[in-house]
């Protein structure tokens, strides 16, 4: 009897076909399950598969709010009795941010998928969305997991294509770990299988090359690359139904002992230099992230929750002459925000202000609402860098130093210790890609 594989679908996934159809290429019985369906029914499946896609339209930031769906609990119980699970792309980064990969402490935090950074020769080549094909071959013992049970001469050139596939953690000592324990799985190399973090070997700037994290018994895999879309990534499903058909109900490995992992603890930190502008944005129609956070906030228990959301822009200058003037040139540029559908309010120093496109700015009194308010910041500040790369032709009288771009969120709740347990659920922030700063 073949074994039975559900691939799982969730609001935005769109690689689920492809799954399918590779796993059924390689002998293994499979058929699309959705998110909403009875989670009990997953328990007559042998494994499970979290397809590539946008779940929940990456809202928050990818994988976050697919990894906190009731679904995911089942998934979480049924692996611990050894069955395998394969997340590729957006599958991948649920997984991470579930904390089962790399899965060394369980149901923490310990990587992050973090935005591309495509490097070469120490130069920033790009950031963001990446679509191209490249080569990823395994680094361990053959068989080691799940997913290898083949030799290290396979070379796979299989597609990629993400904004945020970039292995990182900021956790001590947790590469050594993954390179002890074997959990590295997949790494980038180049067509002759040969390794190089450089830029276009190395598509998204992941440290030690990572493509494919595996946990420490090896049946759960976080893949980045796309093994479906092409028959290069038959390897990969073979090796699956090799296993499942060879009848074995265990786990592969149990961990080896590791390294004292130092943990990486949230951090509110003061926002240390108040920028000279800054412009928060707002949408005019309803703010589906927001919503969707909430929503989520509120289904994980702390149902007086509201939030509100802005887009953060701080912009530190070299010229501090007439900051209205210069504030209302950020806004014309048109590289930070879209007039027909965003509203902005920008604060110089305590003085708030709107925008009118005829009359410029006009003091006003802040509209922002009470509640704990913090701003979600990339630690590399890519976003802020990239907007300023951009404002460049606008000023090319070197008037701006820097910009930084992150994400206002205020949290309005009755009970003063709910918000900082929220913050700590990581809705709004990976510790080991963000940092939440108090302002």
């Not at 996934?13 to 369906?37: H, K, P, Y």
């Not at 990446?130 to 361990?140: E, T």
Request: glycine share 8%; proline share 5%; net charge positive.
């Amino acid at each position: 009897m073949n074994p039975k594989v559900a691939v799982i679908l969730f609001p935005g996934s769109n690689c689920e076909l492809e799954a399918v159809r590779s796993s059924r290429q390689s002998g293994m019985e499979t058929e699309i399950f959705r998110w909403n369906d009875e989670s009990s029914k997953l328990k007559k499946f042998d494994a499970y598969i979290l397809p590539g896609g946008f779940s929940y339209e990456d809202r928050g930031r990818s994988g976050i709010i697919a990894s906190k769906d009731p679904i995911m609990e089942m998934i979480r119980k049924e692996s611990s009795k050894g069955k395998p699970v394969l997340g590729i792309c957006n599958g991948a980064q649920i997984l991470v941010e579930s904390g089962l990969i790399p899965g060394l402490t369980p149901d923490q935090l310990e990587m992050a998928l973090a935005w591309n950074e495509r490097i070469k020769q120490g130069k920033i080549l790009g950031v963001g969305f990446y679509n191209d094909w490249i080569y990823i071959r395994h680094d361990v013992r053959s068989g080691r997991s799940v997913y290898n049970r083949f030799g290290k001469d396979v070379i796979m050139r299989i597609p990629v294509a993400h904004g945020e596939g970039r292995f990182t953690s900021r956790e001590q000592n947790l590469l050594d770990n993954l390179i002890k324990n074997e959990q590295t799985l997949f790494r980038y190399c180049d067509r002759s299988g040969k390794f190089s973090n450089e830029f276009p070997v190395n598509p998204n700037g992941a440290v030690f090359n990572l493509a494919g994290v595996c946990n420490p018994e090896g049946h759960i895999l976080a893949l980045m690359p796309h093994p479906e879309r092409t028959i290069h990534g038959k390897p990969i499903f073979d090796s699956l139904a090799d296993y499942l058909k060879s009848g074995s109900k265990t786990a592969i490995r149990k961990p080896q002992k590791i390294a004292k992992i130092k943990p990486v603890r949230d951090h509110m930190e003061q926002q240390k230099q108040k920028p000279d502008i800054v412009i928060l944005v707002r949408l005019i129609i309803t703010d589906n992230e927001e919503r969707t956070l909430e929503n989520t906030i509120k289904q994980l228990g702390y149902k007086d929750v509201t939030l509100y959301r802005q887009v953060y822009l701080g912009f530190h200058l070299q010229n501090r002459k007439n900051l209205e003037k210069t504030a209302r040139k950020l806004i014309e540029s048109g590289e930070i925000l879209n007039l027909n559908k965003e509203i902005p309010t920008i604060l110089i120093g305590k003085q708030a202000y709107s925008y009118e496109k005829k009359k410029g700015l006009n003091k006003i009194k802040n509209p922002t609402p009470g509640g704990f308010h913090f701003i979600a910041m990339e630690y590399d500040n890519y976003a802020g860098k990239n907007i300023y790369a951009n404002l460049q032709n606008h000023f090319p009288e070197k008037t701006l130093e820097k910009v930084e771009r992150g994400i206002s969120w205020i949290i309005r709740t009755k009970n003063v210790h709910t918000a900082g347990k929220v913050i700590q659920t990581h809705i709004f922030h990976n510790p080991h890609s963000m940092e939440i700063i108090t302002v």
